[in-house]
């Protein structure tokens, strides 16, 4: 739009960025609200933040979710990065594109019927729902983007690169220890990233798997705005903010530096 | 013993024949060429001898041992990659060093025959380097350093000159020719370049269609082809289809549509056989007029191109029945009498000059 006036077209940009981060700027500015009610503004204040520090259901509620995301998006690497490898480096095998399709399936389908999926899984095994349930959801979520990511530097990196180390007597191990995973690593990194953030927001998919003991910090969060805004889950909420967006500046990061290495 | 010998060897690619019951014996100390054209096989055939794949027939035996199933990382060969394959994570001593490392030898060993190996392809002070901080002339030498610590019993080379400049690969052509006199081991070249396989090897296979079509050193190879495609690969040719016509004592005659040729003694081809009679370029006289010392193979015609490459100079002769003839005149002097299209002139062979193959 090179003929467009400036001015118009400054304009037309803040609507835009108003339009998407209006809502988090208010839940970020009242959650430093002295004022005991969350829509009234009283003045500047970190109490919420510390009555955060007291409430014992909230804090167990955080930890519950770190713990989950962080043991599910191990997992989602792992087996990820696996289901990657055997994508794009293994000899076309039989039921290559179904297998693709199911590793794929989490990210189109809606996490509702995901979650009763689950649920309905979990029930008929005879499965209690708790964290273990929690983590199995949210690393069959995180898996399917894991694979997305390192699928496409895998393509990237050059095959001739692991037969060489394969005609200087490495073997397979050894060959993807020291040749494939340095390479695909940023990858491999940022996918980790991006499934800890998915399970970390995840609220649909917690609702249907998890059970008592084992509440995450969204449902904490849901159920007691159903209550009533309280200003501490604007303060909690703001902590969140900051920890996915520091978590998505990694993974732009990771990414640049994925770029900056890239395979001559 | 040879070192390397394939027998019988055949890899398919789906429905395609890749390398087609082929059988190769090559010797310890050989410097082998694999020459033919691109899908004719030849790096199919390294890759079988690498170990990156396992031919549907046959065997492949290194240094007398059966090596047909083993997998490439216990076999005693390393290649150096068209493409170099350098680890772009690791620096130029570490690319060097791996295949060591992975043999398990002493810290110090390493070091040594890493050091060694940066002094033979004269990359001293360049160890500490990232590969993409190199040029591609340097990028080969680490390649090359980088199979040869390993001490190979065959090192492969696939097309080891081709991602180099015009100018850098006759230099590093003749560099490599001097190291292998020097170190002894036995080297297979991939290539697609004539010129670098005469200019190479020892012993030369052109291979067609996944078949090798013959094996020689350059001067069997370019002299006496053995087949239409070896003739017409290697060099510039000019080819007649005919049938000898006799009866002749030994002398042959072929008629052909340029008329009829005289080839000399030649008893093995029977009056009647089809065959096709070739000519190098550089064979063919040129004269204003006919000179008379050769009566026979003379052609009248007109100059049609020429082109002036420095050493030599090309013509392409009009000759009778709308053929045209190829004709090379060395270039030797300022003396050197030139021809302008649209000259007359004649054409002529000795019958010695003419290689003979069945059609």
Redesign the interface.
């Given at each position: 739009m090179r003929g467009a006036a400036p001015l118009p077209r400054a304009f037309v940009l803040c609507l835009g960025f108003l339009f998407l981060y209006a809502p988090i700027a208010l839940v970020i500015l009242y959650s430093f609200n002295a004022s005991r009610l969350a829509t009234v503004w009283g003045g500047w204040s970190l109490r919420w933040y510390g009555a955060l520090l007291e409430n014992e259901q909230l804090l167990a509620s955080a930890a519950t979710t770190a713990e989950a995301a962080v043991a599910s998006a191990t997992i989602a690497t792992i087996l990820g990065t696996l289901a990657a490898i055997a994508l794009d480096r293994f000899a076309r095998f039989r039921s290559r594109t179904l297998f693709a399709g199911m590793i794929y399936a989490p990210l189109v389908l809606p996490e509702v019927v995901m979650g009763l999926a689950l649920l309905l899984l979990f029930v008929s095994l005879g499965l209690e729902r708790g964290f273990v349930t929690l983590v199995v959801a949210h690393a069959t979520l995180g898996l399917g983007f894991v694979t997305v990511i390192v699928r496409a530097r895998l393509v990237g990196v050059?095959r001739?690169?692991e037969?060489?180390?394969?005609?200087?007597?490495?073997?397979p191990v050894?060959t993807f220890c020291?040749?494939t995973l340095?390479?695909i690593f940023p990858a491999v990194a940022a996918g980790f990233l991006l499934a800890m953030t998915l399970s970390l927001d995840d609220l649909v998919l917690a609702s249907f798997t998890t059970g008592p003991g084992s509440t995450t910090l969204p449902m904490r969060i849901y159920s007691e705005v159903r209550l009533g805004v309280s200003p501490q889950v604007n303060a909690v909420s703001t902590l969140m903010i900051a920890f996915v967006w520091l978590s998505l500046a990694a993974a732009a990061l990771l990414d640049r530096w994925r770029r900056s290495?890239r395979?001559? | 013993m040879p070192l390397l010998r394939l027998e019988h060897v055949t890899k398919r690619h789906g429905g395609f024949t890749a390398v087609n019951d082929v059988s190769l014996t090559i010797g310890k100390g050989e410097l082998f060429a694999l020459l033919g054209p691109s899908g004719c096989g030849k790096t199919t055939l390294l890759r079988l001898v690498?170990?990156?794949e396992t031919p549907d027939q046959g065997r492949v035996l290194i240094d007398g041992e059966e090596v047909t199933e083993v997998?490439?990382?216990?076999r005693p060969?390393?290649?150096m990659?068209q493409?170099y394959?350098?680890?772009?994570?690791m620096s130029v001593e570490k690319n060097i060093a791996?295949?060591l490392v992975?043999?398990g030898l002493p810290k110090k060993e390493i070091a040594a025959r890493v050091a060694d190996g940066l002094r033979l392809v004269q990359l001293e002070g360049l160890g500490a380097r990232r590969?993409?901080r190199l040029s591609g002339g340097q990028r080969q030498r680490v390649a090359l350093a980088?199979?040869l610590v390993?001490r190979p019993k065959l090192l492969l080379l696939d097309e080891p000159l081709a991602a180099l400049d015009k100018r850098l690969r006759e230099e590093t052509g003749f560099e490599l020719v001097h190291l292998q006199k020097t170190l002894g081991t036995t080297f297979l070249v991939v290539t697609h370049d004539q010129k670098e396989a005469m200019a190479m090897a020892g012993r030369i296979a052109v291979m067609r269609a996944g078949r090798i079509e013959q094996i020689g050193t350059a001067a069997e190879i370019y002299e006496r082809p053995a087949s239409r495609h070896v003739a017409e690969f290697v060099g510039e040719i000019n080819l007649f289809d005919g049938e000898v016509v006799g009866p002749d004592e030994d002398r042959r005659k072929v008629a052909t549509a340029a008329g009829v040729l005289d080839i000399g003694p030649r008893a093995r081809f029977a009056p009647g056989a089809a065959i096709i009679v070739a000519v190098r370029p550089e064979r063919v006289v040129l004269a204003r007029t006919a000179s008379g010392a050769i009566e026979a193979n003379a052609f009248p015609g007109t100059i049609a191109e020429k082109a002036y490459l420095g050493d030599v100079t090309l013509y392409r002769v009009a000759i009778a029945a709308g053929l045209v003839l190829r004709a090379a005149r060395p270039n030797t002097g300022p003396g050197d009498e030139m021809f302008e299209p649209g000259d007359s002139v004649v054409a002529t062979f000795a019958p010695e000059s003419c290689v003979v193959l069945r059609a």
């Open positions: 050059d001739t690169l037969e060489a180390a394969a005609d200087l007597g490495a073997g050894t020291r040749i340095p390479l290495t395979v001559p | 690498a170990g990156f997998p490439a990382h216990r060969v390393n290649m990659f493409s394959a350098l680890f772009p994570h791996f295949g992975q043999d590969p993409d980088r199979a390993k």
